[in-house]
């Protein structure tokens, strides 16, 4: 049982350039979520998924896509990089049965953008 | 929106003394507050959490308070250890079975000193 497996850890972009953030959870949550963390701003939500073919948008989704097209996986993509997207990326996941079972985080994606 | 203050940024206790983080929001139908401990180089990871209808939960040396008049919920550690050093953040939500945004509050760098 992997948990929440995120890759890659470390990247470093051009600006302008697209990349795909990969996200996969072996849990059989329904509900996965993107965050960015930026220092003194805590982490805030990009997008969220609730179950496969589902997606909504968080607080920032500006400059981000996401699918989810299985349970398993939900990547984000960055379709032209900017510098304000540099940042540490966290996919988070979570049971939809019951209320407000905790989060299960992965251990994030450290994206520089130049 | 929802909107959760942490204080404070920094705090340093003396191992074995106590420390205290306090957290407010501003929507009064938040109903879940999650406390998350993120490690140097890990994905947050959820130590305690405190539903609407209960006003205090404790896990062996942690404990979480929750005044929903004020609107504040509080995290006490006691007995501090050096492994307790981390940046711990507070959250709340709304549970609606996955249509809800989990806001964080900025964190706060809790140094546990020898």
């Known amino acids: 049982n992997a948990g929440v497996t995120q890759t890659p850890k470390f990247q470093v972009l051009k600006t302008g350039q697209s990349m795909t953030l990969q996200c996969a959870q072996d849990?059989?949550?329904?509900?996965m979520s993107w965050y960015r963390q930026d220092p003194g701003m805590g982490l805030r939500l990009i997008h969220y998924?609730?179950?496969?073919?589902?997606?909504d948008q968080g607080e920032v989704p500006n400059g981000y896509n996401v699918s989810r097209s299985t349970t398993e996986d939900f990547p984000l993509r960055l379709l032209s990089a900017a510098p304000s997207q540099t940042s540490v990326y966290f996919c988070?996941?979570?049971?939809?049965?019951?209320?407000?079972?905790?989060?299960?985080f992965g251990s994030g994606t450290r994206l520089t953008v130049v | 929106g929802e909107n959760v203050e942490q204080h404070p940024s920094t705090l340093s206790v003396q191992e074995g003394d106590s420390a205290v983080i306090k957290c407010t929001y501003s929507?009064?139908?938040?109903?879940?507050f999650p406390w998350y401990k993120q490690e140097l180089g890990k994905g947050p990871q959820l130590i305690i959490d405190?539903?609407?209808?209960?006003g205090e939960k404790k896990d062996q040396r942690i404990a979480v308070t929750l005044n929903k008049t004020a609107k504040h919920f509080s995290l006490h550690i006691t007995e501090t250890q050096p492994e307790d050093s981390a940046v711990y953040f507070c959250?709340?939500?709304?549970?609606?079975?996955?249509?809800?945004?989990?806001?964080f509050g900025t964190g706060t760098r809790l140094t546990i000193i020898p």
């Open positions: 988070a996941s979570r049971r939809l049965s019951g209320t407000g079972d905790g989060y299960t």
């Open positions: 959250a709340a939500s709304k549970t609606n079975f996955g249509n809800e945004k989990l806001t």
């Open positions: 405190i539903r609407s209808n209960v």
């Open positions: 849990m059989n949550h329904e509900y």
């Open positions: 929507d009064s139908a938040s109903n879940y």
């Open positions: 998924s609730v179950g496969a073919g589902i997606t």
